[in-house]
């Protein structure tokens, strides 16, 4: 059984550009959360969804993050445009409902803007 | 003040010997707790969760003391491969039932 698919793997990407992260969940779980990972400020939860629907987007830290979910199995994270503070890990994690539950996480996107 | 406090480490131990991980919260409306590990570049994965009662899964045992909001995670005879960061998480039901996480404490076994 695959696990929660995330793509790119590795993004390299300049300052101003447009960066997109994708994340397909695991099958029938119901909820999806993205997270981001640094030194200085560990995992950070950034928006969550329950069903598609996003529940509470207040970790997203500013206009430029954007997230959606248009169907059950794919999310996208939107940067736009980046700066090289968003350079961090960012996972893509799902479960089967929302609560406590456990949180599959996806390898993670390592993304760096220079 | 962080809602969920770890201490850093690294903690180096020799392989065979006791180790233990201690956490504290700040929210004491929190719900759930859990350990989850992280290897080197790689995403969290459950370890367990903590129960009230305190429970064991071999090697490991978690507790949980909800009057000085604390939580500890013991591992006894540590092999090689437990090498890793041990994040202490916690559920907040109060904010959608979200779950925060601690920074982590690395633990690394020596031979």
């Known amino acids: 059984d695959a696990g929660v698919i995330q793509s790119p793997r590795h993004e390299v990407t300049e300052m101003g550009q447009e960066v997109t992260l994708r994340c397909k969940p695991i099958?029938?779980?119901?909820?999806l959360f993205w997270y981001r990972q640094t030194m200085m400020r560990g995992l950070e939860l950034l928006i969550y969804?329950?069903?598609?629907?996003?529940?509470?987007d207040s970790g997203m830290p500013e206009d430029r993050f954007s997230a959606k979910m248009p169907n059950a199995s794919f999310s996208t994270l939107k940067i736009q445009p980046s700066e090289p503070r968003d350079s961090a890990v960012y996972f893509c994690?799902?479960?089967?409902?929302?609560?406590?539950?456990?949180?599959?996480f996806g390898p993670g996107t390592r993304l760096t803007v220079l | 003040r962080k809602e969920v406090e770890q201490d850093p480490g690294p903690f180096n131990v020799p392989e065979g010997a006791t180790v233990a991980f201690n956490c504290t919260y700040s929210?004491?409306?929190?719900?759930?707790f859990f350990w989850y590990r992280q290897d080197c570049r790689k995403e969290p994965k459950l370890l367990m969760s903590?129960?009230?009662s305190g429970n064991e899964d071999g090697r490991f045992t978690a507790q949980l003391n909800r009057a000085s909001q604390y939580i500890s995670l013991l591992i006894r005879d540590s092999k090689l491969s437990d090498s890793a960061t041990y994040l202490c998480?916690?559920?907040?039901?109060?904010?959608?039932?979200?779950?925060?996480f601690g920074a982590g404490t690395i633990l690394r076994v020596k031979s």
């Open positions: 994690a799902s479960s089967i409902a929302w609560g406590g539950n456990e949180q599959f």
């Open positions: 099958s029938g779980h119901n909820s």
């Open positions: 969804f329950n069903n598609n629907v996003p529940i509470d």
């Open positions: 929210n004491s409306a929190s719900q759930s």
């Open positions: 903590v129960y009230s």
């Open positions: 998480v916690v559920m907040e039901v109060e904010y959608g039932n979200k779950l925060v």
